[in-house]
């Protein structure tokens, strides 16, 4: 069975982008771009991995790090246009959560993505 990666970016050109390389090395993606739909996705459906971009409306860095990496012990990748603070910084080190800035080669989110998983 093929392992599902849950993608979350406001950014459809990058969803596309990431979740054709991930499909195409054999993940099933599931895209979101808002966090409308997220609790009850994360309560159906299991996922090896969570890619998440930092500047998604509606939850902060505390509740991707608390809720989802630590609670549902999911492994995540956080992306984003912009540099971490200290405070996000050391959030996301906490949790060994590894920080992609964009833009980026969609093959290094793969690769991390690949790197947890595996």
């Avoid at 993608?7 to 966090?35: K, R, W």
């Avoid at 930092?54 to 995540?76: H, K, L, V, Y």
């Avoid at 949790?95 to 980026?104: D, R």
Wanted: proline residues 4%; glycine residues 2%; negative net charge.
């Amino acid at each position: 069975m093929r392992e599902a990666v849950l993608l979350i970016d406001s950014d459809i050109t990058f969803l596309g982008m990431i979740s054709s390389l991930l499909e195409f090395n054999d993940f099933t993606v599931i895209s979101l771009h808002d966090t409308e739909n997220l609790e009850q996705i994360l309560d159906n459906r299991a996922f090896a991995a969570v890619v998440a971009d930092i500047m998604t409306p509606g939850i902060t860095i505390e509740q991707w790090s608390d809720n989802i990496a630590s609670r549902r012990e999911i492994p995540m990748i956080m992306t984003g246009i912009r540099d971490l603070d200290n405070t996000e910084r050391k959030q996301l080190l906490s949790h060994a959560i590894p920080f992609v800035k964009k833009p980026c080669m969609p093959s290094v989110i793969c690769d991390k993505v690949k790197k947890i998983i595996r």
